[in-house]
């Protein structure tokens, strides 16, 4: 599904990540933990295509294909989803009409139809049911004067609702209680299938317990530096950063 | 009429005044001799700065089109509306007192007062709550030969009245312009809402002057679309306590639109209230200016008066000059005024493709967005409807958020 080879990333003209190098199957989820500034929103906005951010070698291969080469809303076409660490406030610009511009743009690139209004309500609906979001919210405009928890249920509602291939979340467990936090994880666990697969970005363990991981990576300095199954979180949690660091250190 | 009958807007004032009542000759006399002596205003004039009028002042126009807005609703019950010319005939002493209440008017309100030969005097009388929309447009002619027009309307509310104004000027071919003046009185505790829309691509000028006695209200949404050269000054005069005023604004100007708003808010008696909000989408060669004025007299204390401009520039090649300002003579006062002019968001454009919104239809979100809370605040929904709709057709990829909003 997903092929990231030797990935260095500059942010003006500073080398953030430098040689990623990340398989994910479909079906599979794979977590990345590593400390703040260790490039994990970096490599996940890359991923989605943000502008600022050199690629200076290396190559993102998405269904066999140059993911680097695609405008961000060809890669949502294609099904990639960012679940954003910080999701941006659009007032003036209502939830569920952009909603339906982004699902009917992505339909259309399918070569379906679109969603007539009344079908669409009945999705939204639905979706919304799953995270608990207040039906209120979901036409407010766009996480305008939305709590912290609400603006990461709305990110998890709008994947539900688009239903990505590759859906990337960034820390999307922050700030979150442990009720919201189960109820993002089923929204997560809901999407989970043998077509597709997730890249779940976390600071924390207590999101694995919830989200249960195939593959766990360690990021560290902008390079991935342990790889290995769940209990590798559970490691990190107890012996922290440093310590994971150095083991890895031949 | 012929080219012959074309004349500069200062040639074309007569030397003396004898018709109508003896207060209205002195009223032309009086600003025609101003206009004499002053001219019309240039780069040099402090609050015509940034509007090129030279033009104007050196064009030549003839006077064929009609002064005289039409009424395009039906008259709902409760309100009257006469003719000035009419009025100024058979009862004159009703209008007495009532043009020019602001004191003598200048440059181009002055030629108005000087030149109007017709115009429509809207009452609504004490306790009359008028729901349904008056509307009146005035429409440019769309002949080749320059002609100018100098449109005049007096709005007077009662006590207690209430009425709903909704003011189009439109049409237009480049060289015509309407020069307008709009009065409006607002009794104690009277209520207008004045809707006014400006979609002429000639050349406009006008001017609003509102006068409000105690707790009366009055909320003004102003829609701009363009214009190759307009000027809009509204003024309010919150003369009695516990007035308040609201001055909303939405231009979108493109291509070498110039479009001018301006505000002055006097507050003369004490707990009054005012706002102001406008916004701009300044694309193209295009220069958007706004110029808002509160003055809070001494006397003024517990007024509470916020003002705010915002503008969202969409090229290198427009041009904003915003300057919203207040001068203070009370002290117990909550005031607060600021201006932004500004880029898209670029966090929020991303959000949007990342979602899989194409670029484009993402752009016209976004600067819809930024006017559509202009219009949301006109309470009348059809007109509320209209007004959107002018926004979209003027968006670029507009037609696109017309399926989803
Ligand atoms: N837009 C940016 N401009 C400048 N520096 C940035 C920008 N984005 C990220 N960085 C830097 O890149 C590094 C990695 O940041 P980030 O990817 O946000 O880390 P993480 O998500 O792991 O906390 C940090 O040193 C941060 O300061
Ligand atoms: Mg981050």
């Not at chain 1, 207590?206 to 560290?220: E, N």
């Not at chain 2, 005289?68 to 100024?88: D, I, K, M, Q």
Request: charged share 25%; aromatic share 6%; with cysteine.
């Amino acid at each position: 599904m997903l092929k990231i080879e030797d990935l260095h990333v500059e942010v003006d003209g500073k080398p953030i990540l430098k040689g990623i190098n990340l398989e994910i199957e479909a079906g599979q989820v794979h977590a990345i933990m590593g400390p703040n500034g260790s490039g994990k929103s970096t490599l996940a906005y890359v991923l989605a295509g943000r502008e600022g951010y050199e690629v200076t070698k290396g190559s993102v291969l998405y269904k066999g294909q140059d993911l680097l080469e695609m405008a961000p809303e060809t890669r949502a076409a294609e099904g990639v989803f960012l679940g954003f660490q910080y999701p941006v406030a659009i007032p003036g610009v209502s939830n569920i009409y952009f909603l339906k511009a982004a699902l009917n743009a992505i339909r259309k690139h399918r070569g379906e139809d679109p969603l007539d209004a009344i079908d669409f309500m009945k999705l939204s609906k639905k979706k919304a049911a799953l995270v608990q979001l207040p039906d209120e919210l979901t036409k407010r405009s766009v996480n305008d004067g939305f709590s912290g928890g609400e603006k990461k249920r709305n990110e998890i509602y709008q994947m539900a609702m688009l239903e990505p291939s590759l859906a990337v979340l960034d820390e999307t467990d922050s700030g979150l209680d442990i009720d919201a936090l189960k109820v993002v994880a089923r929204g997560v666990n809901g999407l989970r299938g043998p077509d597709r697969a997730m890249l779940v970005i976390t600071h924390y363990q207590r999101l694995l317990d919830y989200i249960v991981p195939d593959v766990v990576h360690v990021l560290i300095n902008g390079q991935i530096v342990r790889t290995g199954d769940k209990d590798l979180a559970k490691q990190l949690e107890r012996e922290g950063y440093s310590e994971v660091r150095s083991a890895s250190q031949p | 009429m012929t080219e012959a009958n074309r004349q500069t807007l200062l040639a074309s004032l007569p030397t003396s005044f004898d018709l109508g009542p003896d207060w209205l000759q002195a009223l032309r006399t009086q600003a025609a001799a101003a206009l004499r002596e002053q001219g019309l205003p240039t780069k040099r004039t402090e609050a015509w700065r940034f509007t090129p009028v030279r033009s104007l002042v050196d064009s030549e126009f003839s006077r064929d089109g009609d002064d005289v807005p039409t009424l395009l609703s039906a008259l709902p019950e409760g309100v009257t509306v006469r003719g000035l010319a009419e009025v100024l005939r058979s009862q004159p002493e009703l209008l007495h007192g009532r043009l020019d209440f602001g004191g003598p008017p200048a440059h181009f309100a002055a030629l108005n007062t000087a030149l109007f030969r017709d115009g429509l005097w809207i009452d609504v009388p004490a306790g009359s709550a008028v729901e349904t929309p008056i509307e009146i447009s005035h429409v440019s002619p769309s002949t080749s030969t320059p002609g100018v027009a100098y449109p005049r309307v007096l709005i007077t509310a009662g006590e207690n009245a209430e009425l709903t104004l909704i003011e189009t000027y439109a049409g237009g071919s480049a060289g015509q312009l309407s020069n307008s003046v709009v009065e409006v009185e607002l009794g104690r505790n009277a209520t207008m809402k004045h809707v006014r829309v400006h979609e002429n691509a000639g050349l406009q000028i006008g001017r609003v002057d509102v006068r409000q006695d105690a707790d009366s209200s009055y909320r003004s949404t102003v829609v701009t679309l363009g214009g190759a050269l307009l000027r809009y000054d509204v003024r309010c005069l919150l003369q009695g306590k516990g007035a308040e005023c609201q001055l909303d604004g939405a231009y979108l100007t493109d291509g070498d639109d110039h479009v001018d708003h301006h505000t002055l808010v006097e507050h003369q008696a004490p707990h009054c209230i005012s706002g102001q909000t406008y916004r701009g989408i300044v694309s193209g060669k295009s220069t958007a200016v706004f110029d808002g004025v509160v003055i809070v007299h001494r006397d003024a204390q517990k007024t509470e008066a916020h003002q705010e401009n915002r503008n969202l520039l969409l090229s290198d090649t427009a041009t904003i000059h915003t300057k919203p300002h207040l001068e203070i003579d009370a002290d117990d006062v909550i005031c607060s005024h600021g201006a932004t002019v500004g880029a898209l968001d670029q966090d929020q454009l991303f959000y949007l493709r990342a979602r899989g919104v194409p670029e484009d239809f993402a752009l016209a979100m976004l600067t819809y967005a930024f006017v559509e809370s202009i219009v949301d605040r006109v309470s009348h929904e059809p007109t509320r409807a209209r007004m959107r709709e002018a926004l979209i057709s003027r968006i670029p990829h507009g037609d696109e958020i017309r399926e989803v909003t």
